[in-house]
């Protein structure tokens, strides 16, 4: 595959996600998972992407939880991509 999937959740805003995902590509001592997959051979800074799926309006951990594992089986991320646990 050309790509790697990960899917997960945050309580900030995407955008602040995501640049907090992109300052660990350039930390050299963080053992964050994007830092370790970007540093492969043939990976760049500049080849990471997001899109955000879904805003779950509900606070209930366990509903939140539900929606993210529901996308995580749905692009099969947990066996192609980045995401530590099914």
Do not use: M
């Not at 309580?11 to 053992?31: A, D, M, N, P, V």
């Amino acid at each position: 595959s050309l790509y790697s999937l990960y899917t997960g959740r945050t309580k900030r805003f995407f955008k602040t996600r995501l640049g907090e995902h992109l300052g660990y590509i350039g930390y050299e001592s963080s053992e964050e998972p994007s830092r370790l997959h970007f540093s492969l051979p043939g990976h760049r800074k500049h080849d990471l992407q997001g899109l955000a799926i879904e805003q779950v309006r509900s606070k209930d951990p366990l509903v939140i939880k539900a929606r993210e594992h529901k996308y995580i089986q749905l692009f099969n991320s947990y066996r192609r991509s980045l995401n530590q646990e099914p």
